[in-house]
């Protein structure tokens, strides 16, 4: 079964920064393109990031473009986005996902 589990997520001040990663087992990984996406009330489900399965051609909702890095090192099965100059507008439950599979989430709260 596919498991993909979150973590890194927390409160942090406008400005700061987080690195959020996503454990990926019961799939081949390094070929799996994996995403990242978000939810919030007021957004709903929001499609954040994609990466293909070499790691080389990472994409960007336009709102985190030069804020958000998407990583991954497929020898250890992980998954990561690292957040820079977060802003209240990125508060929400942050989600790996694997075409239909999604994890548990890990939430993201920024607030002064």
């Known amino acids: 079964d596919v498991q993909l589990v979150e973590s890194g997520g927390g409160v942090v001040q406008p400005g700061g920064s987080l690195r959020l990663s996503c454990r990926a087992s019961?799939?081949?990984?390094?070929?799996?393109?994996m995403s990242w996406v978000r939810q919030s009330p007021e957004k709903g489900l929001e499609w954040v990031s994609t990466?293909?399965?070499?790691?080389?051609?990472?994409s960007y909702e336009d709102s985190v473009k030069g804020r958000f890095t998407t990583s991954r090192d497929n020898a250890k099965n992980m998954l990561y986005l690292q957040m820079n100059n977060l802003k209240p507008e990125d508060t929400g439950v942050y989600y790996c996902?694997?075409?239909?599979?999604r994890g548990q989430g890990t939430r993201v709260t920024v607030a002064s």
């Open positions: 996902e694997k075409a239909n599979d």
């Open positions: 990466i293909d399965s070499g790691g080389r051609h990472p």
């Open positions: 019961g799939f081949t990984f390094d070929r799996a393109v």
